[in-house]
Each structure stands twice: as structure tokens, then as C-alpha cells.
């Protein structure tokens, strides 16, 4: 079975650096995926981690840690636009392509 | 390069009504999926096409979902009849077949309000 976990909500200041958590269980796993969705609108791709380590795109920055079933991503510089949801998802072995979801973490940037 | 569409955008109606969906995936996408996703939670699989054949339809709720993608490439999702419980909003994606990080494309997504 699957289980992804991710804080509900965070709240941070523009301007600054926030580190959203992901937890995961699977019985195979194959890539580790991270979307942004605006409220209304299509999930749209950041970042994608299948091995150990760091990766930097920009203002975002994705981790992994196979062995922990843990990876997080790093938003630096906030700006008000960065508002948004941000889910974690993991691609199983032999699934197909299939991403499966954590519930989303709803981060609010404040001036 | 023109992304998923999908239509309706909203859609209202009473429980035990029908409602259809239709998804147009990236051009070239071979694999197709329809995600549900209830208010303040994640996309949940119901449905998965690799051209025209159904790859994985396991958490499809078969006694009133359907779906099909009869030539491959565009796609529709009926709900018939509609329970309030599918109020939710019904996303299309589509990825291409090997290469790069199998990143899946959303459409905007259709948003289902059964009353």
C-alpha cells in the first residue's frame, strides 16, 4: 500500500525561505514528484527526485532521501504568487506512470 | 505546443442525473489518465489508457463511472447517476510513452457540483 503525508497548511513571509516536508511509504518506489497548484487551476510540474540528493531549479529546490521515504521542497525568496498548494507524489514500480498523491500542503505568503 | 484541454469547466446538477466529461490530451501523449480530486485533497486515480486499451480501471466505481478513448486520443468520463459524494473536481493528464521524468500534464479540470 501507499502513504504520503505532508502538513495540511504553512504559513510564511515574502521574502523568505520555507521547507515543505513529504513522508512516504510504498512497496516499490520509482520517483518522487512535486506539483504546485494555484487555487482553480491545473497542477502544474516543479520537480522530480528518483535518486538521493538535491535538486536545484531556480527558486525551488527539491530533496530526497530514499532510505528515509522523505523528501522536501525548498521555496527561496518567497513572492506573493507562491501562494498555492503544493503536492507530493510518488510513481510506484510497474504502476504505469501513475502518480500517487499526498493531500497537499496550502501555503499562504504574507507580506 | 497546445496543452490538455478539458471541458466542461463546471458543471451542476442533481443526484441521480449524468454528466459527461471530455479530455483532448497533449498531441503525441499515448497515455491518458483521469484523476478525482474532492475539495482539500490530492488527485485520486480512476482511470488509465495507454492508447486505446484501459491499463489500470481499479478504483474506478464501475456500477456508475465510465470512460473510454475510442481511437486513442481523445477521451470522456460519465458519471451516470451522480451521487452527492462526486462533487469534485475531475482532472485529465496525459504523458508520453519513455524519456525524461514521466512528469505528467494536467488539464484545468472539470468542476462537478452535484446538489
Known amino acids: 500500500g501507499q502513504n504520503i503525508d505532508q502538513p495540511t497548511e504553512m504559513t510564511a513571509t515574502e521574502g523568505a525561505i520555507v521547507q515543505i516536508n513529504c513522508t512516504y511509504q510504498?512497496?516499490?518506489?520509482?520517483?518522487l514528484f512535486w506539483y504546485q497548484q494555484h487555487a482553480g487551476e491545473a497542477p502544474t510540474f516543479l520537480s522530480y527526485?528518483?535518486?538521493?540528493g538535491l535538486e536545484e531549479k531556480g527558486r525551488f529546490s527539491s530533496f530526497l532521501s530514499r532510505s528515509k521515504g522523505y523528501s522536501y521542497l525548498l521555496l527561496k525568496e518567497l513572492q506573493m504568487k507562491d501562494s498555492a498548494s503544493y503536492l507530493c507524489?510518488?510513481?510506484?514500480?510497474?504502476?504505469?506512470?501513475?502518480?500517487?498523491f499526498g493531500k497537499g500542503t496550502k501555503l499562504s505568503v504574507k507580506p | 505546443e497546445a496543452g490538455v484541454a478539458q471541458s466542461p469547466r463546471y458543471k451542476i446538477i442533481e443526484k441521480r442525473q449524468s454528466v459527461a466529461f471530455w479530455c483532448n490530451p497533449i498531441?503525441?501523449?499515448?497515455?491518458l489518465y483521469w484523476y478525482q480530486q474532492i475539495l482539500g485533497q490530492g488527485p485520486k486515480l480512476l482511470i488509465q489508457?495507454?492508447?486505446?486499451?484501459?491499463?489500470?480501471d481499479s478504483q474506478l466505481p464501475k456500477d456508475r463511472f465510465s470512460a473510454e478513448r475510442l481511437k486513442g486520443v481523445d477521451s470522456t468520463l460519465k458519471i451516470q447517476p451522480a451521487k452527492l459524494e462526486d462533487s469534485a473536481v475531475y482532472l485529465c493528464?496525459?504523458?508520453?510513452?519513455?524519456?525524461?521524468?514521466?512528469?505528467?500534464?494536467f488539464g484545468e479540470g472539470s468542476r462537478l457540483t452535484v446538489l
Open positions: 493528464a496525459s504523458r508520453t510513452l519513455g524519456g525524461g521524468t514521466g512528469e505528467l500534464f
Open positions: 510504498t512497496s516499490g518506489f520509482n520517483g
Open positions: 527526485n528518483v535518486l538521493d
Open positions: 507524489a510518488v510513481r510506484e514500480i510497474g504502476s504505469q506512470g501513475n502518480l500517487i
Open positions: 498531441s503525441g501523449h499515448a497515455t
Open positions: 489508457f495507454q492508447n486505446n486499451g484501459v491499463v489500470d
